[in-house]
């Protein structure tokens, strides 16, 4: 099983940026999809942004115009580039790889996961 392990969170502004980052150990990204997900205290994981191995994009409502997601199928490495950042934004941010190479709703739901990460505090505060 693939580990996978999340960077690059912290404390922003509303209105500022901050760049994830999750890479792979004791395996690859293959060809799954690669997607990231929040989770804020008391509340269910929520999908945010997904991608697959050819660069199909897929992203929650909430975060479409102000999110971006790409992924470096070689370093296996895939970023969320969060910007024009609000305090709702504030969770626990985790990479996940599924295990299916198309997006799907089921995907979408928080099913079809292989591997979780450990997940990346954001914090959206002035």
């Known amino acids: 099983q693939v580990q996978l392990k999340e960077s690059g969170g912290g404390l922003a502004q509303p209105g500022g940026s901050l760049r994830l980052s999750c890479t792979a150990s004791?395996?690859?990204?293959?060809?799954?999809?690669m997607a990231w997900f929040s989770q804020s205290p008391g509340k269910e994981r929520d999908f945010v942004a997904a991608?697959?191995?050819?660069?199909?994009?897929n992203f929650a409502d909430s975060v479409k115009g102000r999110f971006t997601i790409s992924r470096d199928n070689v370093k296996n490495i895939v970023a969320l580039q969060m910007n024009s950042l609000e305090p709702e934004d504030t969770a626990v941010y985790y990479c996940?790889?599924?295990?299916?190479?198309?997006?799907?709703?089921?995907?979408?739901?928080?099913?079809?996961?292989?591997?979780w990460g450990q997940g990346t505090q954001v914090t959206v505060s002035s």
């Open positions: 991608i697959s191995y050819g660069g199909s994009r």
């Open positions: 004791g395996g690859t990204f293959g060809r799954n999809v």
């Open positions: 996940a790889q599924s295990t299916n190479v198309y997006l799907d709703d089921a995907l979408f739901q928080g099913n079809n996961i292989a591997s």
